[in-house]
């Protein structure tokens, strides 16, 4: 059974949602589940709704059919992306065999088919970044409270990966977008706000790896200015005091003489303390 198959009858059972929530990185990706989840509940809503007692009679009929078109989702888009007359429903009869069941049904397991795909992408990337995480020990910690364990293997994400997670999971619910059978679908709409939360989601990620970037370079200015005055001969329980004060009057210039160094994000003034710490940081101290 494939990982997307574990998620789809997950995602048919009640405990889903409860079981992702558990994830070490759940916090990151927390509204891209819940979206994921909520579209395939009404997916799940829809078809038990227009059932009346044909090929989707059960649940185990509705999972067959949404793994059958999960399978082939990449097949049917294809067709169903050049196909003059966006018969969508056509192909989803022909690739899962259910050949009777109606067209909002049809369509429901379609979309039901990419959420779970886009959901599989988020829990595959959860799992195999907690073990990456503990990647210079033979085991990790079984004895660490759960927020002590989450924030450490949060800490250890490389955001590069957490933005190719989100480009994936976009890029299947992409289809329930582009086919222009699905325009008018109400479906449609939930995945729309999931796609535009993903594009938010990016910008904060991407938004923080600058800030980080630019707070790295604030702290090799501060690191070479110590050593500077370490050079020139000041002892260490000076030279903290010496490069707070430094800083204070860079920061204090007016914005065309500051370095480049001094970004929006770090106009405020480090403590002392904070300064002996980058500098104890970077062996100075």
Known sequence: MTDHQVIL?????????????????????????????????????????????KDLAGMKDLGSMCIQTMIHEESIFQYASTDTTARLAHWVRMYSGYYSVSER?????????C?????????????????????HVSEPPTDWPKDL???????????????EVLDQYTL???????????????????A?????????KKGGIISGMERNDEISLRDA??????????AAGMSKRNVATKVHAWLQREVAKPPKQRPDWIALETEKPLTRKSVETILKRNLVL
């Not at 049904?105 to 088919?113: K, L, P, S, T, V």
């Not at 959420?115 to 990647?135: N, R």
């Not at 729309?192 to 938010?200: E, F, H, L, S």
């Open 9 to 53: 009858h997950s995602a048919l059972g009640s405990g889903l949602l409860k079981s992702l929530s558990e994830q070490p990185l759940y916090d990151l990706c927390r509204g891209q589940v819940a979206d994921a989840c909520y579209l395939i509940d009404q997916c799940w809503l829809r078809i038990h709704r227009d059932d009346i007692n």
């Open 105 to 113: 049904d049809a369509h429901a397991g379609y979309i039901m088919a």
């Open 172 to 190: 299947y619910l992409e289809p329930i977008t582009s086919l222009l059978c699905l325009n008018n679908d109400e479906l449609r709409s939930i």
């Open 192 to 200: 729309v706000r999931a796609i535009d939360t993903v594009a938010r």
């Open 115 to 135: 959420a779970v795909k886009a959901l599989g992408a988020l829990a595959s990337w959860m799992q195999i970044a907690d073990q990456e995480a503990w990647y």
């Open 149 to 163: 364990y989450c924030q450490f293997v949060a800490m250890q994400v490389d955001p590069d990966k957490h933005i």
């Open 221 to 230: 200015a501060i690191v070479k200015q110590g050593r500077h005055y370490r």
